[in-house]
């Protein structure tokens, strides 16, 4: 499975506005770790193996309470380049953003968004992953639609950029 489907899978089942980063564990270490009994334990053996044992998959941003035909700006400024784009209501994106490269995250918006915090401005630093940086202008819950036409027209439009190969 492509990275970035694999983080939009994580990010569906997630479903908060806000910032994360998003780690495979491909190692498979997680539930060996859980059975350890002293929490100090399991939160050293997690320090000592963090960089080794768990893959960046990617920084994903989830902003909350964009409306309709008023975006937010979006600016992403990092050693590799900057960008500034819109932040649409709906909106599905990955960023190219190499694992381990850090960047100032800014939106700004005349209405409040929310990834984390309700402002109109935000600023943040994120660190991509395989699958670079998903950024996520859905609503929270997703709503589907109930026609199953537009259902699976709506699905194909959020998953279309994420798939390598495939125009967005």
């Known amino acids: 499975m492509p990275a970035p489907i694999a983080a939009l899978a994580l990010l569906d089942g997630l479903r908060r506005p806000g910032a994360r980063t998003l780690l495979w564990d491909h190692a498979r270490l997680l539930g060996p770790m859980g059975t350890l009994g002293e929490e100090s334990d399991r939160r050293r053996l997690m320090a000592d193996l963090l960089d080794d044992a768990f893959v960046p998959l990617a920084s994903a941003l989830v902003a909350g309470g964009l409306h309709h035909g ?91 950029g994420l798939w390598a190969g495939l125009e967005p």
């Open 70 to 160: 008023r975006p937010a700006t979006l600016r992403v400024t990092s050693p590799v380049g900057s960008s500034e784009s819109s932040l649409a209501a709906g909106s599905l994106r990955t960023m190219d953003l190499p694992p381990g490269v850090t960047a100032r995250v800014e939106i700004e918006a005349r209405d409040p968004v929310m990834v984390g915090v309700r402002a109109r401005h935000v600023a943040m630093d994120l660190t991509g992953g395989l699958a670079g940086m998903l950024v996520d202008g859905r609503e929270t819950p997703l709503r589907l639609h109930e026609r199953a036409d537009r259902r699976r027209a709506q699905l194909d439009g959020w998953e279309r």
